[in-house]
């Protein structure tokens, strides 16, 4: 059991510092997502529409790229989960039939 428990701890260790470490990655794209957006919208005002296109792609891009982060915290929750599971003792009951 202690073998288990090693492991496990320290793998959650690792998942929960890829966490923050997503939630840092993070930030500059929301950022940059946001600032194309707009940028969009102005463009598409101004009559801009090639550079618009090209900052509606930048859009789609930013928001792929955090519907991955997304999926991947999702799996390290997943993970952490999983291990706690692994540490709890499970006893198993018999059912043997008595004679």
Do not use: W
């Amino acid at each position: 059991m202690g073998f288990f428990n090693r492991k496990t701890s320290r793998g959650k260790k690792l998942l929960k510092l890829a966490l923050s470490r997503l939630t840092i990655a993070r930030r500059p794209r929301l950022a940059r997502k946001s600032i194309s957006l707009s940028d969009v919208g102005q463009l598409l005002i101004l009559g801009h529409l090639h550079r618009a296109l090209h900052r509606a792609e930048q859009v789609i891009e930013e928001d792929n790229m955090l519907q991955a982060f997304d999926i991947i915290e999702l799996y390290c929750n997943h993970l952490i989960e999983h291990a706690a599971r692994l540490d709890k003792p499970q006893y198993v009951s018999s059912s043997q039939p008595s004679i």
